[in-house]
């Protein structure tokens, strides 16, 4: 199920990115110290009573070479693609500017809820000025202090009022969804198409909860159901999208939201780029299942060690991928293709993999008595005992008495011998140490 996206729209120094970093929160962590994780500030979950959503700081797009109310304009229109609900940023130190009054009616006649907030009220006396802003025609301003974080409660309250109740989508146990997320032109629809039509045998549009996004369903010739989540990226172009990178990882954020398996697709002629290491990174850390797909392999100029090579390559710009598998394959000549719809589904059996306790402790023990656990000022870590309590991805709590204690590279240790004992091939796996009680 998709979370509720959120967007802060407004012009510059009003204080999106400090009110974007409060409601996040803590929620803003790093899942695994590994380098290679890019990490970009435009996007974060947040939650708010017991209510998980994600939220996009539209600070964090901008178009260069644009003027100030042109940009900001720009920044409107993807949240207004983009979001179930929208927060327009103004300040009460400036006033009501023209760049206010431009962006007001594009939110206004979207039709999706805007919540206003007036920012920098951190003197109460100033409360009565925020008044004028009812002349925006968005309804009750609320102040704020991003300094202080007073009156967050309140905009918050009223931002999960506007939430959706129902997400247009009926969950089916059997059906694998997977999506296709990459930098634009390294060929995802192509491949959409060709995987379609080389395999199905039934095909159907599904709504998805991406806004104008169409899900299609296919059945193997194996009779496995197979849902392609559309990224709106596939299907629609626009200069606005196309103005700004940042705007096609906020597209994958979402195809990855909504997948069981994410094919990270990298253009065999372009090579390995940042942007593929930063949309990767949010598969990694969503803990979906992950599959690298090298596309255009077939206008590669090849001798017997290229294959190798290029794999070598993306196991050293993606060191924190090292269980994805990779594939080479080309859209315009099918090679390969008719091996994914099968390893998807290996994927995908992998992330609901489950071990049972009394087997798990007995390799936790075995490779405590192998290598033994680390110590710090005197202190050894102790172990005492392991289970698993989640899949998707699978996820173990091993009991110690000092979380502390637990170095991150004993706990690779303990997830590399995990690895080479059962088939997590295609998912990360999640190791939480936790105090004894």
Known sequence: MAQPVVAIVGRPNVGKSTIFNRIAGERISIVEDVAGVTRDRIYAEAEWLGTEFSIIDTGGITMEDEPLMEQVRHQAEIAIEEADVIIFMTSVVEGVTDADEQVAPILYRSGKPVVLAVNKVDNPERRSDIYEFYSLGLGEPYPLSGSHGLGLGDLLDKVVEHFPKGNGEEDDETAIRFSLIGRPNVGKSSLVNAIIGEERVIVSD????????????????????????????????????????????????????????????????????????????????????????????????????????FEMDIRKEFPYLSYAPIIFVSAKTKQRLDRLPELIEQVNINQNLRVQSSVLNELIMDA????????????????????????????????VNDPELMHFSYNRYLENRIRETFNFQGTPIRIIPRQRK
């Not at 002629?269 to 299942?289: N, P």
């Not at 656990?373 to 091993?398: E, H, N, S, W």
Request: charged residues 30%.
């Open 206 to 309: 599904i709504a998805g909860t991406t806004r104008d996004a169409v899900d299609t369903s296919f059945l193997t010739k194996e009779g496995q159901e197979f849902i392609v989540v559309d990224t709106a990226g596939i299907r629609k172009r626009g200069k606005v999208y196309e103005n700004t990178e940042k705007y096609s990882v906020l597209r994958a954020m979402r195809a990855i939201e909504r997948s069981d398996v994410i094919l990270c697709v990298i253009n065999a002629e372009e090579g390995i780029r940042e942007q593929d290491k930063r949309v990767a990174g949010y598969a990694h850390e969503a803990g979906k299942g992950l599959i690298i797909v090298v596309n255009k392999w077939d206008t590669v100029e090849k001798d017997t060690h290229t294959m190798q090579e």
């Open 368 to 399: 405590v008595a192998m290598n033994p656990t680390p110590t710090d000022k005197g202190r050894r870590l102790r172990i005492y005992y392991a289970t698993q309590v989640a899949v998707k991805p699978p996820t173990f709590v091993v009991f």
